[in-house]
């Protein structure tokens, strides 16, 4: 059997046992106060705790934390404490914990929640979840859930488990909450705007995602300490396994909503390559808080400075569309700056155009850049403009020697942290319906199988 029949004959079993399972599943969720019980297993990565930076009325206070004794874990605890402190909106979260070196099995064997979060080490994540869905538990899981083609493969095989045991399992696409790439998508919806999506080029791509990330960063105010294992990538993962899985899934969302996505047929992967980011032993020291590289780093160390293989490019097409995603890890941000986005999709009439630069703050920005800048696009642009502001109050336009800067008030600027509510909002509504929408799971899993594939490619 060929590779392309292997993975088409996946396709389609895995497709088949996600348009059955999903029907007559009877809801296990009302959205009465306190029914949703939170385990939270292994937390080794600070978005674990954002997932609690508010309380929800569905869930109980009271948290059921799984994990080995360590830093991790103690930080995981000072950051929910943090929130129950604060003077602002402060929290009232209940973590029981219960740690030692058989906290896997004793979380399946005392099953006291019903939805695991689990955000931290890669290389035992994928594991993790299938060990809860095979126990009946819910799954919101951090990105990535797989980091390898081996973990792919379980990945795929964990989603048709979760069908068959009436459970759910999403993971945390925060971006798609930014409101740039919100408006973004919404433009691209106006064919009297930006027309139709180019098909592109491998040298002139229809769609662009850039992501610029930094080791050393704050979170809810307070510096982020690393974990020594975030920069292995055995166990974080590279980076084009790791932040290119929100770019692929934002191309996925933008380009092709609402659409059951075949990864054996939709998606060819045409390139693939990977670079490292060389941190000094005092940049390790500072971020990490250790004095020292450990032993499971050394096999990355030359002349005294850690290679971690955090920068990645992938070059694929998606249903004929010329696609390219690229994640750039440095050490720390220019003063005044902070991560940062740039994206572009490529219409027939107009590009649309995120950047998030100096000029502008650092805030992403949507412009509008249309091939023929003249009266007529100017007519159609603010007619239909009508139809985001019904979607997005308040949003204008402000015109430039390029086109147009989508103007945001500054309501919709609510920052990387509040998506982590937002995207649990939305799966606690997902529990209450007993599905997830049709498109999600074939979509998750051609988001994971073009990361892990291009990983196989680059290497």
């Not at 695991?116 to 890669?122: E, L």
């Not at 100017?378 to 979607?391: C, D, I, R, S």
């Amino acid at each position: 059997m060929s590779r392309n029949t292997f993975y088409t004959v996946l396709a389609l079993s895995v497709m088949i046992s996600v348009n059955s399972c999903n029907t007559g599943k009877k809801p296990s969720f009302t959205g009465a106060e306190g029914e949703i019980k939170l385990i939270t297993l292994d937390p080794g990565h600070f978005h674990a705790a954002l997932v609690q930076k508010n309380m929800y009325p569905q869930v109980s206070p009271e948290v059921f934390v799984y994990a080995p004794e360590g830093d991790d874990l103690n930080d995981h605890l000072e950051k929910i404490k943090g929130y129950n402190r604060r003077q602002d909106n402060p929290t009232s979260w209940k973590e029981e914990v219960y740690c030692g070196a058989d906290f896997l099995t004793r979380m399946i064997a005392e099953k006291k929640g019903n939805v695991m979060i689990t955000a931290g080490n890669n290389r035992k994540k994928t594991e993790y979840i299938r060990q809860a869905i095979d126990a009946g538990i819910h799954v919101l899981a951090d990105k990535p859930m797989a980091i390898n083609a081996d973990n792919f493969e379980l990945l795929r095989q964990t989603f048709a488990a979760a069908q068959q045991n009436g459970v759910l399992l999403y993971d945390i696409m925060t971006e798609r909450f930014e409101i740039a790439t919100m408006l973004q998508k919404e433009f691209s919806l106006l064919p009297e705007v930006f027309g139709a999506l180019e098909d592109g080029t491998p040298e002139q791509p229809s769609v662009v995602k850039e992501s610029v990330h930094h080791f050393a960063k704050y979170v809810s105010g307070a510096a982020l300490k690393r974990p020594a294992w975030f920069f292995d990538v055995e166990q974080q993962g590279e980076g084009i396994v790791d932040v290119t899985t929100h770019l692929v899934d934002l191309v996925q969302w933008e380009c092709f909503p609402e659409v059951t996505l075949d990864y054996a047929k939709d998606v060819s992967i045409i390139s693939a390559t990977r670079r490292p980011t060389v941190l000094s032993r005092e940049q390790f020291v500072q971020v990490t808080g250790l004095s020292d590289f450990p032993d499971y780093l050394a096999k990355d160390v030359r002349n005294d400075s850690l290679f971690v293989y955090a920068n990645g490019e992938i070059n694929y097409r998606l249903k004929g569309k010329h696609v390219k995603v690229v994640v750039i890890w440095n050490y720390a941000a220019p003063e005044g700056a902070g991560d940062t986005h740039y994206s572009v999709m490529r219409g027939t009439k107009a590009d649309l155009v995120i950047r998030q630069g100096a000029e502008q703050r650092y805030k992403p920005t949507l412009y509008i850049e249309p091939h023929a800048n003249d009266a007529a696009f100017e007519t159609a642009l603010t007619g239909q403009l009508a139809k985001v502001q019904a979607k997005y109050p308040d949003v204008g336009l402000q015109k430039n020697d390029a086109g147009w800067e989508v103007l945001v008030p500054e309501k919709y600027h609510n920052g990387h942290e509040a998506h982590f509510g937002q995207v649990t909002e939305r799966f606690l509504q997902y529990l209450i319906d007993g599905k997830l929408p049709e498109w999600e799971v074939p979509n998750m899993i051609a988001k994971y199988y073009t990361t892990t594939r291009a990983l196989e490619m680059a290497k």
